[in-house]
Nanobody, 122 residues
Framework: QVQLVESGGGSVQAGGSLRVSCAAS????????MGWFRQAPGKEREGVAA???????FYADSVKGRFTISQDNAKNTVFLQMNSLKPEDTAMYYC????????????????WGQGTQVTVSS
């Protein structure tokens, strides 16, 4: 059974930093791409960042220069370092895994975590 477990969310003031992690386990297939997505209340889910197992990276324009995605393939863990956080970054952050080069296309992802809340106050 595939499991994606996010951790590391929390509350921070604007300008602060947080790092969220996603631990993957139970894979019966080879995943090629891991992504982070977020959904704020009343808004659609949007892609934040994604990383291929080979290392290629994708970022949403809204987080470029502030967020960094990385991975530890040996530990099947993906990280999202979030710096210079803004109130508009407040959302539930979800980790997802794909068997294809999904990038920020959420519909190409097969498995999803339960999410971790990030709240940024002004």
């Amino acid at each position: 059974q595939v499991q994606l477990v996010e951790s590391g969310g929390g509350s921070v003031q604007a300008g602060g930093s947080l790092r969220v992690s996603c631990a993957a386990s139970g894979y019966a297939y080879s995943r090629r791409c891991m992504g982070w997505f977020r959904q704020a209340p009343g808004k659609e889910r949007e892609g934040v960042a994604a990383i291929l197992t080979g290392g290629s990276i994708f970022y949403a324009d809204s987080v470029k220069g502030r967020f960094t995605i990385s991975q530890d393939n040996a530990k099947n863990t993906v990280f999202l370092q979030m710096n210079s956080l803004k109130p508009e970054d407040t959302a539930m952050y979800y980790c997802a895994a794909s068997t294809v080069v999904a990038g920020l296309n959420q519909y190409a992802y097969n498995d999803w975590g339960q999410g971790t809340q990030v709240t940024v106050s002004s």
